[in-house]
């Protein structure tokens, strides 16, 4: 391991020096950046904006032409800061220590991957896990994903996103933590501080980074990199609050974004970059392009040439450039030429190196290589057990009619139906990091642990052909072979368990849909299996909300299960068993049909929000208007009640609602008190509600709680047009439930 010395000599002097590996002991980072800031070239400065995909096989021999052979090249004159998609000790140290013994000044590399919801032990998709409202828990998940990645060298992760998204059209719902700000930024901030822990320098935890800034969430018809536009009110009130809420949270990077906002796309956006990231929000950390979103900017017909590109993005902020090599090749040029300045290279420059110092990555820039970690952490049973437990609190008991869950554990003749609960890759779901294939337990293997009564028929395939590259040619919307044989044997059973869903591959980026119903034949199967046998307890598996009105009408039970990563089964199982009471509620409104899409529980009141009459009021002639399910819904094996709603508004800065929750049914549950508020009069309009709390906790049978809130100017207040944020005085409704449309309601006077 080469150790870095400090050199205690003028800054001339240090110029003239080649190879000088310059770091001070006893200097805060600043002061360290500035030195190295100092000796470094354009060129060198420019390269430590530049970032490169993996791009040939390491441990293989150095490559000798074309692209590959370039970057090669450039790695060694020190032209690249970092690298994406390289992992394993091996992998990284031999990439690292090319760069630290062969460049010039010998800077560390970061290393960055896609480590969403898990590295090799995966865990619920990120829209899964924010269905549970366990902050320490979505915190503990985040953390041993931190651990297995940085066990295999990486320092760096592209997580978490915090886009806020009310369109389930949008393949990248099951990538955030759905449709309210305040809970988004609660969860944001746990991921956060389960990435990076106390200290972002310690061996086993990585660099976050907050995605996608800003408003990618919010694509225009759900298609993933369309336009968005969206107003003030939106973008100050329902975009920004996460990334604010992580960055105050010293979140190290944030990523920009592929889209156009109001007409700017977001890697050449500085009202975004500069003026509210760096200026009005104080982010000290790094801004990285999305990948090639520089390059994008010539389609979107914002920059004319990749050149035109470099100058746009330096000069609006984007600091490092992913994949679009137009800093690499054209910054120097333009620095040159007068049109970007060269303090804003050094701007640039210094975030970077002050992440990497964070990182440790100057004490050490093989911190994260450590064999021995390597073998022992990854897929280790610890994160097994975290991922279960986390995939529990992640299931959401939707309805449950007839109390036909839990299943008694001598239940006889129990069919499972569905390509999905065969299934071990599905629940792996998108972005599966470095998952081994087929590594999931499925439904049916966690439910024969159990129950030795248990049968299973496919019935039918959710796809045909490639997983990877879903389109509507593989969905299975023919192939109904598989049909008979599931009738026939949900004939003679007692109960059904039927999986049905969508492919663990048929959300995530550039998975946008049109259609929200049960994929292919699956809805058909349902309805054929429900003519023979009604006793059905329908388990989606799913990477966003889907339209399921025949069910809700139709199916006495259902659970949302979304994909639930390498423990999905056995966390199935031990709820449908009764052994783990569900707890979990959604983040995202299911719509009754997609066409009431965005949908979303924090809308604003029409001037006509009631029926007036026949006609002339604010709904659709074919459909309600309400959803399927709420935001916040979700049941229990239990019941709560809630009762004496108590407000203290007597001090206008600390506003203290509560109420009692009691346990009425007969098991031990975990319910999520949820906290709304609706501001009835203000100078830009609120919606008709807003989460401003929540707390989970477990009450046994007849125990009861009193959950307190408490309301700030903080809870209170919102951005205005300009972005200031302001409180108002005026009546305030309040609202404490078991979901966003169930609970008991008062109101207070603010002075
Ligand atoms: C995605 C990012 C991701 C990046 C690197 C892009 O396509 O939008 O979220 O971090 O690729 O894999």
Redesign the pocket.
Known sequence: MKKYQFILVPVLILALMTNVKLIGQNRTIEEKVDSLLAIMTLEEKIGQMNQYNGFWEVTGPAPEEGDAKQKYEHLKKGLVGSV?NVKGVDEVRKLQELVVSESRLGIPLIFGY?VIHGHRTMAPIPLGESASWDLKAIEKSARVAAIEASSVGLNWT?AP?VDISRDARWGRVMEGAGEDPFLGSKIGIARVKGFQGDDVSAYNTIAACA??FAGYGFSESGKDYNTVDVGTSTLYNIIFPPFKAIVDHDVKTV?NS?NILNGIPATGNSFLQRDVLKEKWAFDGFIIS??GSGFEMIAHGFAKDLKHVAELAANAGSDMD?ESSAYVKHLKTVVEEGKVDIRKIDDAVRRILKVKYELGLFDDPYRYCNEKRESELIGHKDHHDAVLEMAKKSIVLLKNEGQLLPLAKNQKRIAVIGALAADKNSPLGSWRADAIENSAISVLEGLEKYSKNITYAKGADVITGSATFINELTINKTDRSGFQEAITLAKTSEKVILVLGEHGFQSG?GRSQVNLDLPGVQQELLEEIYKVNQNIVLVLMNGRPLTIPWAEEHIPTILETWHLGNQSGNAIAQVLFGDYNPSGKLPMTFPRNVGQVPIYYNYFNTGRPGPIDLVFWAHYTDEKNDPLYPFGHGLSYTEFEYTNLQIDASDNNVIKVGVTVKNIGKVTGEEVAQLYIRDKVASVVRPVKELKGFEKFSLEPNESKHVEFTLTSKELGFYDQEGNFIVESGTFDVMIGTSSQKGLTGSFERQ
């Open positions: 994406l896609d592209f996103m995605k996608h990523m592929f999305d990948w992913m980026e």
